[in-house]
């Protein structure tokens, strides 16, 4: 677990999503790395069918957010299936000098991203079913 005074806030998310993260009791941060901004959940809870427990979860924060969608999440540790069988649509992406695994999961026709609606705290929700749904395949 991270120390809380040693979490870096090297930017604001709308009140209403620092409320969400803090209500969830995972340590966060927001930080800025090449030109992109970035949640990091650490401590983000792993179903007990994958390789680890607990992993930070990493979330590209765009520009034009809230008004535009989050999507996809990073994990690292990268995560494995305990049973062997492979998770599709990987890829590594660095994040300040740590290589993350990228998940290749995006909001579809049917489940839109809805302005107004649609934060952090959805996001989270689908990044918890993503990891379930997984486990289905």
């Given at each position: 677990?991270?120390?809380p005074a040693q979490l870096r806030r090297q930017f604001?998310?709308?009140?209403?999503?620092?409320?969400?993260?803090?209500?969830?009791?995972?340590?966060?941060?927001?930080?800025?790395?090449?030109?992109?901004?970035?949640?990091?959940?650490?401590?983000?809870?792993?179903?007990?069918?994958?390789?680890?427990?607990?992993?930070?979860?990493?979330?590209?924060?765009?520009?034009?957010?809230?008004?535009?969608?989050?999507?996809?999440?990073?994990?690292?540790?990268?995560?494995?299936?305990?049973?062997?069988?492979?998770?599709?649509?990987?890829?590594?992406?660095?994040?300040?000098?740590?290589?993350?695994?990228?998940?290749?999961?995006?909001?579809?026709?049917?489940?839109?991203?809805?302005?107004?609606?649609?934060?952090?705290?959805?996001?989270?929700?689908?990044?918890?079913?993503?990891?379930?749904?997984?486990l289905k395949s």
């Amino acid at each position: 677990m991270q120390n809380p005074a040693q979490l870096r806030r090297q930017f604001h998310l709308p009140e209403e999503d620092e409320a969400a993260l803090n209500r969830r009791g995972l340590p966060w941060e927001t930080i800025s790395d090449s030109g992109s901004n970035w949640l990091l959940v650490h401590d983000f809870p792993i179903p007990s069918a994958y390789n680890i427990q607990k992993a930070t979860a990493a979330i590209m924060i765009t520009a034009s957010y809230p008004d535009a969608p989050l999507d996809m999440v990073y994990f690292c540790p990268a995560l494995a299936l305990n049973s062997g069988q492979a998770i599709n649509c990987l890829a590594p992406q660095v994040i300040c000098g740590t290589t993350y695994q990228r998940w290749s999961r995006h909001r579809t026709y049917q489940n839109p991203w809805r302005v107004g609606e649609d934060n952090i705290e959805s996001h989270l929700m689908l990044i918890e079913h993503w990891l379930e749904r997984e486990l289905k395949s």
